[in-house]
């Protein structure tokens, strides 16, 4: 993945932000990837609790299959260069459906899934 340099920064502009969503969704569509996740969800105090008992500054999320074929996503705290740490095994996993996409009726401001 390119690094954003400090005079090119991502956006945060509601409307950029939906486009890239909109590009990313075409880009997954196009490679015929219609089932693949376009958002997750996360309770902040899941993300908290893992900083908070790892005394850790960084988290990775990551995608999965379970062995009843749900779709979800994970969170695990993670070294400073973005590889899981291997001192601890605590993650928060959650997914707002059993499978994707996720439902329509569950769009928001920036993207359909």
């Given at each position: 993945?390119?690094?954003?340099?400090?005079?090119?920064?991502?956006?945060?502009?509601?409307?950029?932000?939906?486009?890239?969503?909109?590009?990313?969704?075409?880009?997954?569509?196009?490679?015929?990837?219609?089932?693949?996740?376009?958002?997750?969800?996360?309770?902040?105090?899941?993300?908290?609790?893992?900083?908070?008992?790892?005394?850790?500054?960084?988290?990775?999320?990551?995608?999965?299959?379970?062995?009843?074929?749900?779709?979800?996503?994970?969170?695990?705290?993670?070294?400073?260069?973005?590889?899981?740490?291997?001192?601890?095994?605590?993650?928060?996993?959650?997914?707002?459906?059993?499978r994707p996409p996720?439902?329509?009726?569950?769009?928001?401001r920036y993207a359909?899934?």
């Amino acid at each position: 993945m390119a690094e954003t340099v400090q005079n090119d920064p991502y956006p945060t502009d509601p409307i950029k932000l939906k486009e890239a969503c909109e590009r990313y969704e075409k880009l997954l569509a196009e490679s015929g990837l219609t089932k693949f996740f376009q958002t997750g969800y996360f309770d902040v105090t899941g993300i908290q609790k893992i900083l908070a008992e790892n005394q850790s500054d960084h988290i990775k999320v990551y995608y999965g299959i379970d062995e009843k074929d749900r779709h979800f996503l994970f969170i695990a705290p993670t070294q400073p260069d973005g590889r899981a740490r291997e001192d601890t095994d605590l993650t928060e996993a959650e997914c707002c459906c059993q499978r994707p996409p996720c439902p329509l009726e569950l769009s928001d401001r920036y993207a359909d899934q």
